[in-house]
């Protein structure tokens, strides 16, 4: 109770005491005068009772309010909490899910150099008894000369002799339309041979697809390292060999159906400078998508 309904409370029953006593001792005026002051006090008592219970009813519904945000607040920040939760769960599968797929495929790359391996070890015992077959029967007759002054027995890079052919059959080749690109994770693969029959494996190779390409396109050449050897790719955009072709295309003198100008010693001599290093050569190609030639030397 506040002070003024104190106040107001305190008059009423004064006045209503003055108002009794009145009827005993004073005159009818009076007495309305009093009664008049008692019923005031009463009314204005009553009139800031109801004012102050109707504020403390808009504090009650301010404050319910104020609640009623708070808790929508509170609920938006439990669903976006929830939200984060539920991304971070999914964050995690797909993770998991890229972790197992990339161990498959960590798996399956073991798997596919170990059968390379495994291949280049057989190509490379058929090339010993290879060579073994061309030292008796002289066909180690087309292998180009020796560079000057250089010793077979110093390492050279065959990274930059690949890239000196490319530089020489480079007008050849965009006359042709054929793009030449060479790959290798590293700028130096040494190779105890010698630097001009190196650079002729490339120039035949190239020199052959720029003749065959007859369409615009690209030959990849890649290189890599394999245990003590080096692992070159050879890959062009061309016509391509039939299987049973692709089998003779190292033979001396053949040419396939596609045959154009040429006397089909390039491959040949190719596999005889490959096979006079210890190495071994060997392609694949399928009609109509492409030729790929892979070699083998040891470092």
């Not at 180009?144 to 390492?155: G, I, Q, S």
């Not at 590293?186 to 020199?207: E, G, M, Q, T, Y």
């Not at 007859?214 to 062009?236: E, H, Q």
């Not at 596999?271 to 998508?289: D, F, H, L, N, W």
Request: proline share 2%; net charge negative.
């Amino acid at each position: 109770m506040t002070q003024v309904q104190k106040i107001l409370i305190t008059g009423a029953c004064i006045f209503y005491a003055a108002t009794i006593y009145s009827f005993f001792q004073q005159e009818t005026p009076i007495i309305v005068l009093f009664f008049l002051l008692h019923s005031l006090c009463l009314v204005l008592f009553s009139y800031r009772t109801y004012m102050e219970v109707w504020d403390d009813r808009e504090m009650i519904e301010t404050y319910h309010q104020d609640i009623g945000m708070e808790i929508a607040e509170k609920n938006k920040e439990v669903q976006e909490l929830k939200e984060s939760m539920e991304r971070k769960d999914r964050d995690r599968n797909e993770m998991a899910n890229r972790i197992e797929a990339l161990q498959l495929q960590e798996n399956s790359y073991r798997e596919q150099i170990a059968s390379l391996e495994t291949e280049v070890q057989t190509l490379a015992k058929e090339s010993s008894e290879k060579l073994e077959v061309m030292a008796k029967t002289g066909a180690h007759e087309l292998l180009p000369p020796l560079a000057a002054e250089h010793d077979e027995k110093e390492p050279v890079n065959i990274i930059k002799l690949c890239e000196k052919a490319k530089e020489e059959l480079h007008v050849d080749a965009m006359e042709a339309n054929l793009h030449i690109t060479i790959s290798s994770a590293n700028s130096i693969l040494l190779v105890h041979a010698d630097p001009n029959r190196l650079k002729c494996i490339f120039r035949n190779i190239i020199d052959n697809s720029i003749k065959y390409m007859k369409r615009t396109g690209s030959l990849v050449i890649t290189f890599s390292s394999v245990g003590d050897g080096v692992f070159i790719a050879l890959k062009d955009t061309g016509a391509g060999l039939s299987e049973e072709e692709t089998r003779h295309i190292f033979e001396m003198n053949y040419q396939g159906s596609n045959r154009v100008s040429g006397n089909g010693l390039g491959l040949a001599q190719v596999r005889c400078i490959v096979e006079y290093y210890g190495g071994s050569v060997y392609a694949k190609s399928t009609k109509g998508k492409g030729m790929g030639i892979y070699i083998q030397l040891p470092a």
